[in-house]
């Protein structure tokens, strides 16, 4: 469960009473790791050791030890839009959106870290608004806040501002949104307001940074940065997740092509080659979204990419048909260091009014499959017909 606290706890009781009458005190061991008081069923740490502590109509000392759990599990979905009051509130799901989470919500709560991509801003109204070269291709997407509790409601502890409707209403919406994040107690990173955070969660540091070639966000094209940023929380972390908003769009390109991309004259980077130099500069694990279809699952030195995790829960002004539509949620175990150990894809499928539902026909999980054979035919995973991701050392 999420925000379960895994401790093995070894109990010295130092001092109790039994009854009224108190027991002699055995010698206590030198430099304890840790002091609780334990009532009830519950623990609670103190920072503090050495001194005798009530419980009721007990005086216990408790010596234990903690131990960092064997295995993290990181759940990760790409693009939510989850409406937009723009132009106007037709975009808008009914009442508070919750119902579009109640098919992945207890798949998402389940991880030890759970990560999304927010695909827009979060205001009530305002904003200065993007100017677009194309405006028969500008879509501008500002949710307003009531939307937002739906994403402590499912679980996520990171989210990405990092992607090419991140500056859709301006300085206002971007500053509006990490606001709100904070008042979620989300982790948020990839705004040029906020590059990067460390979060702890459990007894782990984690290190996020997210990337985009899009204006208020941090540049995909600055690989120096990107180094430089990763190297930092590689240092204070110890696991560090990065992401990032590139690749072209749609269905004609779902593979990986390890070259340049670029879509309606934008840049969107070479994915593949990012990807690794993230990884040689110390990322663990890799995220990636943009293209809005899923592209391939790679193991690059024990570490997990994945190339694009597609649409994930979008209302109103997407393209949900065909690939568009497959919603896949990934579903990681790592090491305590960040290295890959196994995997599952939950295929779910959205629809226009929904939400994503489970997909009895599996098309996420054939879709990352067959691109991830064909673009990685020596790929140290396999991925099964149910999405189970097993991986191999050569």
């Known amino acids: 469960m999420k925000n379960a606290l895994p401790i093995l706890i070894g109990i010295l009781i ?17 430099t304890p790791p840790e002091v609780v008081t334990i009532e009830k069923d519950s623990i609670y740490l103190i920072t503090q050791t050495g001194d005798t502590l009530s419980t009721l109509d007990e005086e216990v000392e408790v010596s234990i030890t903690r131990l960092l759990p064997d295995t993290v599990s990181i759940a990760a979905v790409g693009d939510i839009m989850m409406g937009t009051n723009f132009p106007n509130e037709s975009y808008l799901p009914k009442d508070t959106g919750r119902y579009l989470w109640k098919g992945v919500r207890n798949v998402l709560r389940q991880a030890d870290i759970t990560f999304g991509n927010l695909e827009g801003t979060i205001l009530n109204d305002g904003g200065e608004q993007k100017e677009c070269n194309n405006p028969k291709l ?3 997407f500002r949710s307003p806040e009531f939307l ?8 996520f502890d990171l989210m990405s ?14 500053l509006n949104t990490q606001r709100v994040m904070d008042s979620l107690g989300i982790a948020h990173a990839g705004s040029v307001d906020q ?23 941090m540049s995909i094209h600055q690989s120096d940065n990107i180094k430089a940023t990763i190297q930092h929380l590689d240092s204070l972390s110890d696991i560090v997740i990065a992401s ?16 340049r991309e670029f879509y309606y004259g934008e840049d969107r980077g070479n994915v593949y080659e990012m990807a690794h130099q993230m990884i040689d500069h110390g990322a663990d694990v890799v995220l990636g979204h943009g293209p809005h279809v899923v592209r391939a699952i790679e ?7 994945a190339y694009s995790l597609g649409n994930f829960l979008t209302y109103g002004r997407f393209n949900l048909r065909g690939p568009a539509g497959e919603a896949p949620l990934l579903e990681i175990k790592t090491t305590v260091d960040g290295d890959f150990l196994e995997g599952q894809i939950h295929a779910f499928r959205q629809s226009y009014s929904l939400g994503p539902r489970n997909d009895p026909q599996l098309s996420a999980i054939k879709s990352i499959q067959r691109l991830s054979l064909d673009d990685f035919p020596n790929n140290p995973i396999t991925i099964d017909d149910l999405g189970r991701i097993a991986y191999f050392e050569n």
């Open 14 to 30: 130092v001092s109790c009473k039994v009854g009224k009458q108190v027991t002699s005190t055995p010698d206590i061991l030198p």
């Open 138 to 140: 500008c879509y501008l």
């Open 148 to 155: 937002a509790e739906n994403f402590r409601e499912s679980g």
């Open 161 to 174: 501002l990092a992607n090419n409707h991140a500056n859709d209403f301006g300085e206002e919406g971007r």
């Open 195 to 217: 590059p990067y955070i460390i979060k702890k969660i459990g007894h782990l540091k984690i290190g996020f940074c997210a990337f985009a070639p899009n204006r208020g966000t």
């Open 244 to 259: 990032f908003h590139a690749g072209a769009e749609g269905a004609k390109n779902q593979h990986v092509t390890r070259k």
């Open 299 to 305: 193991v690059y030195n024990k570490k997990i990419i």
